[in-house]
């Protein structure tokens, strides 16, 4: 993300733009869904710690003093870090309170979270052992670079990248698809739907 | 074999936005009219939204610039004391709360979802619909640009929808019936009356009946389907949700995840 454009994005938070809010919801929610469950929060904490985080940023942009020293999204992840800090460091005063909501809440299971957070961690893993180049390329795809800049940048043509990039890809899913763990879940839902 | 390549490279392509139009949309046939591969487009789609958003993050985290991002993060903070907490921020206008609703909607979709995944075995259609209906969130449809007697008329009945009184509704779009510019709308709120009254052959009905041109093509195919949940016609809903592939936003990610828990009830 250019500079520029996170100045513009500033400014239509200063107007109150409902398109700079879509625009941040739509760029870096998911990203920070990602690191509240990785930092052991649910979805639900991740759905508050954004907000939270967003309602943290207009009131910092609102000051007279504000000045864009790093990139945007680098700004909205350091408040909803600190957000979700904070979030922990109360959790920390109704502990007790929380046992005891989860205790009398029988239903409540985390298998499924724990089965996400395996996968998440098998597509990791899979593409960390992808191909240097395959990893370049597909990493282009999903920063949402045009193929012909990428193609540019690894000196390929846009035709091979596009090729090279459906291989990794098989690749990618044929390496997550053979991992025994991803087996093992796959194994598992397939014998409760069977039930 | 060579089959099977292209339709992995083309699998690719779509994955990655690497298709003109035309293209997307034969594959988008082919994706409602085969399971298998609507299955496949579903994982894949998970790798990669998994991928893209670990990468950001992952960036975010090595940035160079954290630090001066932390400095800044500490002034919001220090700026918000209880007190300065209690002051009203001067917030985004309504679409931005929707904005922000609408992201804890589907967060809570998630979380809904992921209680529904607990006990597959003891799942039946109805807890499914009831998991996944919610009536329109219609509040922002009843302001127009125009204001004149017949938009006031839609801002009626859209406001009696919103309260939940649906009869009136129906009775308040029932007049508006002849004005040719309003039939989709028209349909379209009576037809979410019925669903809201829990009369779903109804609803699904006027629903199948709207032209497939107008502004709420997404949530007509969202809530027909969500009708022909209710009414165990399960292909169709599994071929009207495929068609949502088509859509970005809130009614993509629940239909993929519709989808999914659909499979336990076709073969």
Same mark, same amino acid.
């Given at each position: 993300?250019?500079?520029?454009?996170?100045?513009?994005?500033?400014?239509?938070?200063?107007?109150?733009?409902?398109?700079?809010?879509?625009?941040?919801?739509?760029?870096?929610?998911?990203?920070?869904?990602?690191?509240?469950?990785?930092?052991?929060?649910?979805?639900?904490?991740?759905?508050?710690?954004?907000?939270?985080?967003? @309602?943290?940023?207009?009131? &910092?942009?609102?000051?007279?003093?504000? #000045?864009?020293?790093? +990139? %945007? =999204?680098?700004?909205?992840?350091?408040?909803?870090?600190?957000?979700?800090?904070?979030?922990?460091?109360?959790?920390?005063?109704?502990?007790?309170?929380?046992?005891?909501?989860?205790?009398?809440?029988?239903?409540?299971?985390?298998?499924?979270?724990?089965?996400?957070?395996?996968?998440?961690?098998?597509?990791?893993?899979?593409?960390?052992?992808?191909?240097?180049?395959?990893?370049? @390329?597909?990493?282009?795809? &999903?920063?949402?670079?045009?193929?012909? #800049?990428?193609?540019? +940048? %690894? =000196?390929?043509?846009?035709?091979?990248?596009?090729?090279?990039?459906?291989?990794?890809?098989?690749?990618?899913?044929?390496?997550?698809?053979?991992?025994?763990?991803?087996?093992?879940?796959?194994?598992?839902?397939?014998?409760?739907?069977?039930? | 074999?060579?089959?099977?390549?292209?339709?992995?490279?083309?699998?690719?392509?779509?994955?990655?936005?690497?298709?003109?139009?035309?293209?997307?949309?034969?594959?988008?046939?082919?994706?409602?009219?085969?399971?298998?591969?609507?299955?496949?487009?579903?994982?894949?789609?998970?790798?990669?939204?998994?991928?893209?958003?670990?990468?950001?993050?992952?960036?975010?985290?090595?940035?160079?610039?954290?630090?001066?991002?932390?400095?800044?993060?500490?002034?919001?903070?220090?700026?918000?004391?209880?007190?300065?907490?209690?002051?009203?921020?001067?917030?985004?206008?309504?679409?931005?709360?929707?904005?922000?609703?609408?992201?804890?909607?589907?967060?809570?979709?998630?979380?809904?979802?992921?209680?529904?995944?607990?006990?597959?075995?003891?799942?039946?259609?109805?807890?499914?619909?009831?998991?996944?209906?919610?009536?329109?969130?219609?509040?922002?449809?009843?302001?127009?640009?125009?204001?004149?007697?017949?938009?006031?008329?839609?801002?009626?009945?859209?406001?009696?929808?919103?309260?939940?009184?649906?009869?009136?509704?129906?009775?308040?779009?029932?007049?508006?019936?002849?004005?040719?510019?309003?039939?989709?709308?028209?349909?379209?709120?009576?037809?979410?009356?019925?669903?809201?009254?829990?009369?779903?052959?109804?609803?699904?009905?006027?629903?199948?009946?709207?032209?497939?041109?107008?502004?709420?093509?997404?949530?007509?195919?969202?809530?027909?389907?969500?009708?022909?949940?209710?009414?165990?016609?399960?292909?169709?809903?599994?071929?009207?949700?495929?068609?949502?592939?088509?859509?970005?936003?809130?009614?993509?990610?629940?239909?993929?995840?519709?989808?999914?828990?659909?499979?336990?009830?076709?073969?």
């Amino acid at each position: 993300m250019e500079k520029s454009s996170d100045q513009h994005i500033i400014d239509s938070i200063r107007k109150r733009d409902d398109v700079a809010f879509k625009y941040l919801q739509v760029t870096f929610q998911d990203s920070i869904r990602l690191m509240v469950t990785e930092m052991g929060g649910s979805q639900e904490d991740a759905k508050d710690v954004f907000s939270e985080g967003l @309602i943290a940023l207009i009131r &910092l942009v609102d000051r007279e003093d504000f #000045e864009l020293t790093c +990139k %945007l =999204g680098t700004l909205v992840y350091a408040l909803c870090k600190k957000t979700w800090k904070q979030h922990l460091e109360k959790q920390v005063a109704v502990n007790n309170y929380h046992v005891r909501k989860l205790e009398s809440s029988p239903e409540w299971d985390f298998t499924e979270e724990v089965d996400l957070q395996l996968y998440q961690e098998i597509f990791w893993e899979s593409f960390k052992q992808l191909e240097k180049v395959c990893q370049e @390329i597909l990493e282009g795809y &999903l920063k949402e670079i045009s193929p012909k #800049e990428i193609a540019e +940048k %690894l =000196g390929y043509s846009y035709g091979y990248i596009r090729k090279r990039k459906s291989m990794c890809h098989g690749f990618l899913m044929k390496m997550i698809q053979d991992h025994p763990t991803f087996r093992k879940i796959k194994q598992s839902e397939l014998a409760l739907d069977l039930e | 074999m060579e089959r099977k390549q292209d339709r992995n490279r083309r699998l690719a392509d779509y994955i990655y936005n690497d298709m003109n139009p035309e293209e997307v949309v034969e594959m988008e046939r082919e994706i409602s009219h085969d399971p298998e591969l609507s299955v496949s487009i579903e994982l894949n789609m998970q790798v990669k939204d998994y991928l893209q958003a670990k990468i950001q993050l992952e960036e975010m985290k090595a940035d160079p610039q954290l630090e001066n991002a932390e400095k800044l993060a500490e002034m919001a903070f220090e700026n918000a004391s209880p007190k300065e907490m209690d002051k009203p921020v001067r917030r985004p206008g309504r679409k931005l709360i929707r904005n922000i609703a609408f992201a804890s909607a589907v967060a809570a979709g998630i979380t809904i979802i992921i209680a529904i995944a607990l006990f597959p075995s003891n799942l039946d259609q109805d807890q499914l619909f009831a998991s996944y209906y919610t009536p329109f969130e219609a509040s922002d449809y009843s302001q127009r640009g125009v204001s004149n007697e017949i938009y006031r008329d839609v801002a009626v009945g859209i406001n009696y929808y919103v309260a939940g009184n649906y009869n009136q509704t129906i009775d308040q779009f029932s007049q508006l019936a002849s004005e040719p510019t309003l039939e989709s709308e028209v349909q379209f709120f009576t037809a979410l009356s019925y669903l809201g009254l829990g009369e779903y052959r109804s609803a699904q009905g006027i629903l199948q009946s709207i032209d497939g041109a107008n502004r709420y093509q997404a949530e007509t195919l969202w809530y027909l389907s969500l009708c022909c949940l209710k009414t165990g016609e399960f292909e169709e809903a599994n071929m009207l949700l495929g068609q949502l592939e088509a859509y970005d936003g809130k009614y993509k990610k629940d239909a993929q995840a519709l989808r999914k828990k659909l499979r336990r009830f076709t073969p």
